[in-house]
């Protein structure tokens, strides 16, 4: 069973950059796993942001990015709005299967 | 304007089966991959199986914990997805939501619809 871990929670201040990660337990996370976040907001629908761990949706706002860091996938949020407290989910592919982690709750505060 | 709009939630019994549909409107649906994910109240995102276009074949791709249980298909015809659950079980009781591939996988969501398994 494979599993993607990410942190449960972060805490940010307004204005502030934060940086959520995404492991998966076969290994590295690489471009080969094609990473996509998904931002879910309290009793809203899921809303894609990046795609194939650096690409942005066109509704997508600037200060979030995507990367590779190390042997995981990471959102980078800059000049944190309170509007991003939310839950955000990395999304991993495995050949024939696609594996949510289990989500970071991230506060605003 | 791309949307997605599912429904068919209920409330069904342990060992019951219900078919849900997703309907899709403002892109090609044919040309799409498309997906379903579930939710469990109060808990994380689980990917839950997807189906490829006609063109290549229809062939679809499940996550283990539904596989046997959960089919997918599609309608190209009524721009329509279906999920058809069988021997439902407790824990099975979540949101669903449909969603499309355009560019990338789970890029557009439906609303979601709810099914409650319980006794």
């Known amino acids: 069973q494979t599993v993607v871990t990410q942190e449960p929670s972060l805490t940010v201040s307004p204005g502030g950059t934060v940086t959520l990660t995404c492991a998966s337990s076969?290994?590295?996370?690489?471009?080969?796993?094609?990473p996509n976040w998904v931002q879910q907001k309290p009793g809203h629908t899921p809303r894609a942001l990046i795609y194939a761990a650096i690409n942005k949706h066109s509704w997508t706002p600037a200060r979030f990015s995507g990367s590779l860091l190390g042997d995981k996938a990471a959102l980078t949020l800059s000049g944190v709005q309170p509007e991003d407290e939310a839950e955000y989910y990395c999304?991993?592919?495995?050949?024939?299967?696609?594996?949510f982690g289990g989500g970071t709750k991230l506060t605003v505060l | 304007e791309v949307q997605l709009v599912e429904s068919g939630g209920d409330l069904v019994k342990p060992g019951g089966s219900l078919r849900l549909s997703c309907a899709a409107s403002g892109f090609t649906f044919s040309n799409a991959w498309m997906s379903w994910v579930r939710q469990a109240p109060g808990k994380g995102l689980e990917w839950i199986g997807r189906i490829h276009k006609r063109i290549e074949g229809g062939t679809t791709e499940y996550a283990a914990a539904v596989k046997g249980r959960f089919t997918i298909s599609r309608d190209d015809s009524k721009n329509t997805l279906y999920l058809q659950l069988n021997n439902l079980k407790t824990e099975d009781t979540a949101v669903y939501y449909c969603t499309a591939r355009i560019v990338a996988e789970c890029e557009r969501w439906g609303q979601g619809t709810l099914v409650t398994v319980s006794s």
């Open positions: 999304l991993l592919f495995y050949g024939d299967s696609w594996v």
């Open positions: 076969t290994g590295a996370v690489t471009s080969g796993h094609y």
